[in-house]
């Protein structure tokens, strides 16, 4: 398939905490990131968030906590690759989920690596630009680039919002148009 799944989908959200937000001197990957988990928890997606060394980067952002569901699994890591982390492996693949919806910070490091990893493990990592962020342009920039040349599909929020309704006549259209509009 070449477009997204309710069914098929997992998303993954990763390091977007307080002092990597910060960092980056924009909110606008906080205000993405909480469309597509408040599009997740409307259409019943299961959702995996990463917070990579919380002790000293601080926690996910409060505005994405308070849309997220509360079955959201938050899972600490220390490996740039998150899939290289066990309890994550394995809640992926648990999941029975095919499609791997992925954003966050940095897209060059932890976002890359974790999309790489999926990639090899036979996932569809759909990649939602728009909702990724690095600290420089010309590092986000490379990391779009080599995850699109490792075979990820590179997408956005409306992108992705809509191929998961279908149509128009799906019956949470109207609720999560609302997030775009």
């Known amino acids: 398939m070449n477009t997204l799944l309710i069914n098929d989908s997992l998303v993954l959200i990763i390091d977007v905490q307080e002092k990597l ?27 995996i968030v990463t917070e990579q060394y919380p002790k000293g980067l601080g926690t996910t952002v409060q505005e994405l906590k308070d849309v997220l569901s509360e079955n959201t699994q938050y899972l600490e890591k220390a490996s740039f690759n998150a899939f290289s982390e066990n309890n994550i492996a394995e809640r992926i693949k648990n999941s029975g989920k095919k499609q791997i919806v992925i954003f966050g910070i940095e897209t060059h490091i932890c976002v890359h690596q974790t999309a790489a990893a999926l990639i090899e493990e036979g996932y569809e990592v759909y990649v939602i630009k728009d909702a990724c962020a690095s600290r420089n342009k010309y590092e986000f920039k490379q990391g779009i680039e080599i995850m699109q040349a490792n075979g990820a599909k590179i997408s956005c929020v409306e992108i992705a919002l809509f191929e998961w309704l279908k149509s128009a006549k799906h019956p949470n259209f109207k609720e999560v148009q609302t997030l775009i509009k």
């Open 21 to 47: 937000v910060q960092a980056l001197n924009k909110n606008v990957i906080v205000e993405k990131a909480v469309k597509m988990a408040s599009a997740a928890k409307i259409l019943g997606i299961p959702v």
